[in-house]
């Protein structure tokens, strides 16, 4: 197989979303933590240059940085190989021991390019400090073994493939009582939609994004305006899923696709960031998907243009099917943090239709 061109670019899932993060909320305090050699300084240098703090980056001598295969073809669809390099040894013990003890995060957003259990370890974490903070797990690169994620973390981030990982990690590995229960649900494992609302069916807050289609929003967990259905028996019962579909960004008549990579990375900081900044969950999937729209416009993982996102928000569609007992306005006013925090409080085993 040949290709038409080729180019080198500074990338990385966690790096990407940092910087998307920023871009887009610039008042916003962003902090990168990773593992590079120490020969690729340039990449704290590209972070650092727009505004993301970069003081616990680790150097290593004697492990490669990670590095991405990307192959993207004429319509602007891409397919990724990671290897995770210096990642792969992050070590949350370590960075904890020598974290500030002001450091209060608002949200923590972690990837697969690290440890699983490293990630779980800082979001533990995270939440003795502010017990308001917000953990974000994009679920890439996938791997069905680690499907259990979908249990630690407030927001699970996942594109079609993904989602799917984690629907096969639920019919091989889950095998209690409760778990053989929620089993028995009929899942189209070629429908990224049915595989969602079955993994929000568990419990989880789930953000699946689509491409050129936007995203959807399942959430199970509504803190109010829906009434609890303790269950003592072990068994699992129906629950209404919320659900808030977001739509692409509506280009102007001088834009087009020009390059996918990195817009699922830019979707993904430009929503944390806005949650952070306390707005809605509705103005949240707009700024996000505005970023995402805009990251395609121009050549490589990480453009400037995705800066105009909050002003572009506006172009944005958005639907929500929130089914009987619909939230109260004072919900939907409410920042997206003060819904997912609360939802966390309730149990996945305690919620009912």
């Known amino acids: 197989m040949t290709c038409a061109a080729h180019a080198r670019a500074l990338g990385g899932k966690g790096a990407n979303q940092a910087r998307a993060a920023k871009l887009?909320?610039?008042?916003l305090d962003?902090?990168?933590v990773a593992r590079i050699h120490e020969r690729d300084v340039d990449i704290i240098d590209d972070l650092e240059s727009c505004g993301v703090n970069c003081d616990d980056v680790e150097l290593r001598e004697d492990t490669p940085t990670g590095?991405?295969?990307v192959v993207t073809d004429a319509n602007g669809e891409n397919c990724i190989v990671v290897y995770p390099g210096a990642n792969a040894e992050c070590d949350g013990d370590k960075f904890l021991a020598n974290v500030s003890d002001d450091?209060?995060?608002?949200?923590a957003l972690f990837q697969c390019e690290t440890p699983i259990e490293t990630s779980k370890v800082i979001a533990r974490w995270?939440?003795?400090?502010?017990?308001?903070?917000v953990s974000f797990m994009n679920f890439s690169p996938a791997n069905a073994k680690d499907g259990g994620v979908c249990t630690e973390?407030?927001?699970?981030?996942?594109?079609?493939?993904?989602v799917r990982a984690v629907v096969e990690w639920m019919m091989t590995e889950r095998d209690d009582a409760y778990d053989a229960s929620v089993a028995a649900i009929q899942t189209d494992l070629d429908d990224p939609v049915d595989c969602a609302?079955?993994?929000a069916k568990c419990g989880s807050n789930v953000l699946l994004t689509l491409g050129a289609e936007g995203a959807a929003m399942f959430l199970p967990r509504r803190p109010f305006g829906c009434e609890s259905a303790p269950v003592n028996d072990g068994t699992w019962v129906e629950r209404?899923?919320?659900v808030v579909n977001v739509g692409a960004l509506a280009f102007g008549e001088s834009e087009s696709v020009v390059d996918s990579v990195g817009a699922g990375d830019a979707f993904v900081g430009a929503f944390v960031a806005a949650v952070a900044e306390n707005r809605t969950l509705f103005d949240a999937l707009r700024v996000a998907s505005a970023a995402g729209g805009l990251a395609c416009t121009e050549r490589g993982a990480r453009t400037r243009a995705i800066e105009n996102a909050l002003e572009r928000a506006s172009d944005v569609e958005l639907t929500a099917n929130f089914g009987p007992n619909a939230p109260s306005e004072a919900l939907l006013r409410a920042p997206a943090r003060e819904w997912l925090c609360r939802a966390r409080e309730m149990s996945a085993r305690d919620f009912g239709s």
Do not use: G, K, Q, Y
């Open 103 to 107: 450091f209060e995060p608002a949200c």
């Open 240 to 242: 209404w899923i919320d």
């Open 24 to 27: 887009t909320s610039d008042d």
């Open 67 to 69: 590095a991405a295969c």
């Open 153 to 162: 973390f407030d927001v699970l981030v996942v594109n079609e493939t993904e």
């Open 126 to 133: 995270a939440r003795t400090r502010n017990a308001n903070c």
């Open 30 to 32: 962003v902090t990168f």
């Open 197 to 199: 609302m079955r993994v």
